[in-house]
C-alpha cells in the first residue's frame, strides 16, 4: 500500500494479483485483476505514476490509470521497493545488500552495495536523497550523487522507514522498542515509546506528525516531541499506515483488507466542524 501527496490517493494489491486505486474520498478509481502477484506497490506523490515489484522479480511501471508502460526483470532476491516524489526513477533493494536504481524510461541507471540486506528503502523527495535499512536496524544515507554519507546502527530489529521530505529526520518502527527518530545533522538519537509493538509508522513532511500503528489493534498519533495528540483501540490488524505529506490524512490497512482513512484536525478545525455537524471519517 502506497499515498500519494496531499490528495491521499491509495494503491492497494493482494496474492491473489488484484490491484486497486482508490480516490481520496474512498470511490474506487479502478480495479484490474493481473497474470502476476504483486509483492511490493508504490504510488509517485502526485499520483500519476505506479510502480509494481512482482514476487517473479519483474518490476512494472504503470500510469494512473493502470495501463502498464513497460516492465524490466529484476535480478532475483529483492523485495524492497521506493520511487522518487515524480516517478523519475526507483529503487529496488534486495536481501544480498544491492540496490538497483531504474529510471523512468526502464533503463539500469546505477547499481549501489549495502553493509547489510536493503530491507527498506526511501527516497528523501525534496532533495534526491536514498536512504536504506537493514531489518536489524543498519541505516545508510546515500546522496543525490549515490555516494554514501552517513550510516547508523541501531542494533535492534526494525519493522519500517519513513524519511521527511528534506532527509532531516529517520524514523524506524524498532517493533519491541516503539519507534526510533534519528535527526541526521545533528547525529541526536530519540526513542518514542509505546505500550504496544509497533508494526508500521508514517511521518508527514517535517517529521511533525507520526502515526504508529500495532498488529493487535492499537493506532497513536504523536507529535514531533513524543506528545500524544489521539490514540484508539480498533478490532483491526494493522499492516500497514501511510500518512499525506502535508499530514492532513492518514490510512490505515488490515491484514483483512479494512480500510480507514482519518482526517487530522486542529482544535480550531474540529470545533468549527463539530459546530456544522461535519466529521471527516471514512472506512470502507
Not at 506523490?45 to 508502460?69: P, W
Not at 534519528?182 to 530519540?190: A, C, G, Q, R, S
Not at 513532511?205 to 495528540?229: N, Q
Request: overall charge positive; charged content about 25%; aromatic content about 10%.
Amino acid at each position: 500500500m502506497c499515498q500519494a501527496d496531499d490528495a491521499g490517493e491509495v494503491v492497494l494489491g493482494d496474492l491473489l494479483g488484484n490491484i486497486a486505486y482508490l480516490n481520496a474520498d474512498g470511490t474506487l478509481r479502478w480495479k484490474k485483476k493481473v497474470d502476476y502477484t504483486p509483492h511490493s506497490i508504490v504510488l509517485s506523490e502526485d499520483g500519476a505514476v505506479i510502480y509494481v515489484l512482482t514476487k517473479n522479480h519483474y518490476l512494472i511501471r504503470m500510469d494512473r490509470e493502470g495501463k502498464e508502460e513497460w516492465d524490466l526483470w529484476i535480478m532475483k532476491n529483492t523485495f524492497t521497493l521506493a520511487c522518487m516524489a515524480k516517478g523519475q526513477a526507483a529503487a529496488v533493494g534486495g536481501i544480498q545488500g544491492s540496490i538497483q536504481i531504474i529510471n523512468s524510461r526502464g533503463k539500469r541507471a546505477k547499481l549501489l552495495h549495502t553493509r547489510e540486506p536493503a530491507t527498506y528503502v526511501r527516497f528523501a523527495s525534496r532533495v534526491g536523497g536514498l536512504f536504506v535499512a537493514s531489518a536489524m536496524g543498519w541505516v545508510g544515507i546515500f546522496d543525490k550523487h549515490w555516494k554514501l554519507r552517513k550510516e547508523y546502527h541501531l542494533r535492534r530489529h526494525v519493522a519500517k522507514l519513513e524519511v521527511t521530505c528534506l532527509g532531516r529526520k529517520i524514523f524506524l518502527p524498532a517493533r519491541e522498542g516503539g519507534l526510533v527518530a534519528i535527526e541526521v545533522d545533528k547525529d541526536d538519537l530519540l526513542t518514542y515509546s509505546t505500550n504496544f509493538e509497533v508494526s508500521s509508522a508514517a511521518v508527514d513532511r517535517k517529521g511533525e506528525r507520526i502515526i504508529m500503528v500495532g498488529a493487535e489493534g492499537s493506532a497513536t498519533l504523536l507529535d514531533s516531541a513524543g506528545g500524544e495528540l489521539w490514540r484508539r483501540r480498533f478490532d483491526h490488524s494493522w499492516l500497514f499506515s501511510d500518512m499525506t505529506i502535508r499530514g492532513d490524512k492518514f490510512v490505515l490497512v488490515s491484514d483483512k483488507g479494512f480500510v480507514i482513512c482519518n482526517a487530522i484536525l486542529s482544535v480550531r478545525e474540529a470545533e468549527k466542524r463539530l459546530a456544522d455537524s461535519y466529521f471527516e471519517f471514512l472506512e470502507l
